[in-house]
């Protein structure tokens, strides 16, 4: 018994260190982050119209969570120039981290006017009216980023999510049949959803 005890003990000495080591490696990030979103900052503070500097603050203050920050060097960068594609999608990925799903729609909206048939920018808008629960429109965005991309796994599964909550079950498991081949995590998930509907009916 004494010996158990001596190892646990031991055992607890070890952990210290490895806490304050993690503690340590978390503040060198931080630090490490601030350092670029102030250098950042000088730059932009230097080039006031300097788009592009906008756009790598903005990147920064995003990787960081510093989202009303991010927003604002983004909103910046398109003022200067709006035509800057990465802005809006930028924005749009802001507002949808936030739950700000209308916001979010107008950036992604946007950015999509800029290549209608883009399949990422459709997959984009589908995520977005998915979470509004608006499936008809999230449907056909979704059927839009799958014709130019008729491999797009996510987008078939998502587009499977939809027929599942619009009760077109014949169409979900359609699509469940096809990623059975492709992406078996996916299938499972989707005819999990498709049992749940099946069970409700």
């Not at 756009?55 to 003022?79: P, S």
């Not at 120039?81 to 809006?88: C, F, G, Q, R, S």
Request: hydrophobic residues 40%.
């Amino acid at each position: 018994m004494n010996g158990l005890l001596k190892q646990l003990r031991a055992g607890k000495n070890l952990f210290l260190p490895l806490i304050l080591l993690s503690g340590m490696m978390v503040l060198v990030s931080c630090n490490k982050q601030s350092k670029e979103i102030s250098s950042l900052q000088q730059e932009v503070w230097k080039n006031p119209g300097d788009a592009d500097a906008n756009i790598k603050l903005g990147t920064a203050y995003a990787r960081n969570r510093q989202y009303v920050e991010a927003d604002k060097a983004f909103t910046d960068a398109l003022a200067l120039d709006p035509k800057l594609e990465e802005a809006y999608a930028a924005l749009g990925a802001i507002a949808f981290n936030q739950k700000k799903y209308e916001r979010a729609l107008k950036y992604f909206n946007t950015y999509l006017s800029f290549s209608p048939e883009d399949s990422l920018r459709n997959y984009d808008v589908g995520n977005v009216y998915l979470q509004m629960k608006q499936y008809e429109p999230a449907i056909a965005a979704y059927r839009k980023a799958i014709a130019t991309s008729t491999s797009f796994e996510d987008a078939y599964y998502n587009l499977g999510f939809c027929y599942t909550r619009t009760g077109r079950n014949a169409e979900a498991l359609e699509i469940y049949n096809w990623l059975v081949n492709k992406n078996n995590y996916l299938a499972v998930s989707l005819k999990n959803h498709l049992q749940k509907t099946d069970s409700v009916q």
